[in-house]
């Protein structure tokens, strides 16, 4: 049903309901006054009957009161005219020229009075047939008029709502053509009523809209351009293709990347196909990086947007691979530079630990060289202490031992093992650790060593972490040397869940907890000037963390003094790189 059938009919009903009750309290009212009007015609005419009468009803003039009667009766719109006496009988009656059975009869009595009594009774009827029709004639000419106004109003409300659809029309049309993108549209504007002003707004929302819409596309077009040159620009190749894996962009350096690999990229060319192009090309892949026979290394990055367009990317890293080939080429170096540099620091003290057995050793010799004398000549019975050659013997062995622990230890250092990953027996380890730096810790802290059976062997570069151990172990008998007095050195191995924790522990003056978090920094040093370098601690962490995979932490225990604690796993965790 339409907005102008709708106001019509609500006009309509309006306007009827409205014109119902009117008209039915017009006749109502109509009705209820002339019914008034005959009740006091009726009784004026009784009463005056009765003033007429009373001689006649004094008198029993029958001939009198008939004549009066019939007189009475002759008026319009009398039914009947009667006098009765007391006893209730008539006296004279006649009817009047209004009887029809059909109408309403109003009656109205009278009575006669003489000297204080009643002598008969006055009764007058008049008839509603005149009133009946009257109100049927003022019923049906009030329809009339109701009709025509209905008519009226209908034809009104017709044209007045046909022109306020006519209008909504429009500017519902305006907005459909609108809400399609039709930016041009426009309604136009009649009269100045609230509607105008609508399509007044409407006009000037669609011209903004126009005008916010020209500055948007002009401003996506800018940052197409925009975006479009700059991947034309990237070193990095990229390529796009739509759903159906056709390439429907592809910059230069895409287009470079797949000519040096002796395809092309053509109005046939796919993803797939150029994906296929480049694993042909791939001669090693290790941690997403692609090694190509041009010689090149490549990242490539592969999405899907939600369209099912695919993008790839391909990013030469060649020269990041390069740098970090030579970078952990220097870091070798540096290592075994340092494993050096340890070796140097110690080497007083280890020529002293070589020279004691070997002096010991020698006076064995020349003790063993006499006795061997005495007993070929014979002379076995003089005061040589002929039973001290077993003690003599067995300590040269062990002498000849300590000297073979300490090359054996000192071989482990200085050889450049860093590429040979070995499981780590974490209890020679700490052996041959506590062996090189004897002399640096003997007289200063005594020295225990904790390393249980059923240790767990993370692969590692046994020569690094024995290195790293070294230099933890000579930062503790620094620390204790620093404070004075003698101290404990405690180095200790545990399994830490399917990893292997080795830790240092000394109860020297600790880490102030301002330094602890510049502890591992390159450069950076407790110790006296001359006596550090601040290398030691960053190169053990850079060893355990980037060689290994593992962890090294700096603790305080509540007893006071420094533990340093490295977590080797038990699955390699790092890549490392090989030994040139």
Do not use: C, Y
């Not at 002796?262 to 196909?273: L, Q, S």
């Amino acid at each position: 049903m339409s907005i102008r059938l709708k106001t019509l009919l609500g006009i309509a009903a309006i306007e009827i309901a409205l014109l119902a009750v009117l008209i039915a309290n017009g006749i109502g009212f109509l009705r209820a006054s002339s019914e008034d009007l005959i009740r006091a015609r009726a009784q004026a005419t009784a009463e005056l009957i009765a003033a007429t009468a009373v001689d006649a009803a004094v008198a029993l003039d029958l001939g009198a009161l008939e004549t009066l009667v019939r007189a009475s009766a002759a008026l319009p719109a009398t039914a009947h005219v009667r006098i009765l006496d007391r006893s209730g009988r008539t006296l004279a009656q006649a009817d009047g020229p209004s009887t029809g059975v059909d109408a309403e009869i109003l009656r109205h009595a009278a009575e006669i009075r003489a000297a204080g009594r009643v002598f008969a009774t006055v009764e007058v009827g008049l008839s509603t047939e005149d009133l009946a029709a009257s109100v049927a004639r003022a019923q049906t000419r009030m329809g009339w008029i109701a009709g025509v106004e209905v008519a009226l109003v209908a034809i009104f409300g017709l044209a007045l709502g046909t022109a306020f659809v006519n209008r909504l029309r429009d500017l519902a049309h305006g907005a459909a053509r609108l809400a399609a993108g039709d930016l041009s549209v426009r309604v136009v504007p009649h009269g100045r009523d609230e509607l105008a002003r609508t399509a007044h707004a409407f006009n000037a929302m669609a011209e903004k809209l126009a005008r916010t819409l020209e500055r948007v596309e002009s401003a996506r077009a800018k940052a197409e351009t925009r975006l479009a040159e700059a991947i034309e620009e990237l070193p990095h190749a990229v390529a796009m293709g739509d759903a159906d894996g056709r390439i429907v962009f592809a910059n230069p350096s895409f287009v470079t990347t797949i000519r040096r690999l002796g395809a092309d990229v053509d109005a046939r060319a796919t993803i797939e196909g150029m994906d296929g192009v480049l694993a042909a090309a791939t001669v090693a892949e290790s941690d997403g990086v692609s090694r190509l026979t041009d010689g090149r290394s490549i990242v490539v990055h592969k999405r899907g947007l939600s369209g099912g367009e695919a993008i790839r990317v391909h990013t030469d890293v060649t020269p990041l691979v390069t740098a970090a080939e030579r970078n952990g080429q220097l870091e070798r170096e540096m290592a075994q530079v340092r494993r050096l540099e340890t070796l140097g620091s110690l080497a007083g003290g280890i020529a002293h630990e070589i020279n004691t057995p070997i002096q010991f050793v020698g006076d064995n010799l020349r003790f063993l060289e006499e006795g061997l004398t005495h007993l070929v000549a014979a002379k076995a019975g003089d005061d040589f202490p002929v039973e001290e050659i077993p003690a003599a013997l067995r300590q040269s062995r062990e002498g000849v031992e300590r000297i073979a622990r300490i090359v054996s230890a000192i071989k482990s250092m200085a050889e450049p093992t860093a590429g040979v990953t070995v499981a780590l027996d974490a209890r020679a380890a700490m052996g041959q650790a506590v062996d090189v730096t004897a002399n640096v810790w003997r007289g200063i802290a005594a020295m225990e060593v904790d390393a249980p059976d059923g240790l767990p062997m993370p692969p590692t570069r046994a020569g690094e972490i024995e290195q790293v151990l070294v230099g933890l172990i000579v930062n503790a008998a620094h620390a204790i040397e620093g404070r004075g007095g003698a101290g404990t050195i405690r180095i200790s191995a545990r399994a830490h869940g399917e990893d292997l924790e080795i830790a240092v522990r000394d109860d020297g003056p600790g880490v102030p907890p301002a330094l602890r978090s510049r502890i591992f920094d390159p450069f950076f040093t407790t110790k006296s000037p001359g006596k550090g370098t601040g290398q030691g601690l960053a190169v053990a962490r850079a060893v355990v963390e980037a060689h290994h995979g593992g962890t090294l932490v700096l603790r305080s225990p509540p007893e006071g003094g420094a533990e340093f604690a490295m977590i080797l796993p038990a699955r390699r965790r790092a890549t490392v790189g090989v030994a040139a």
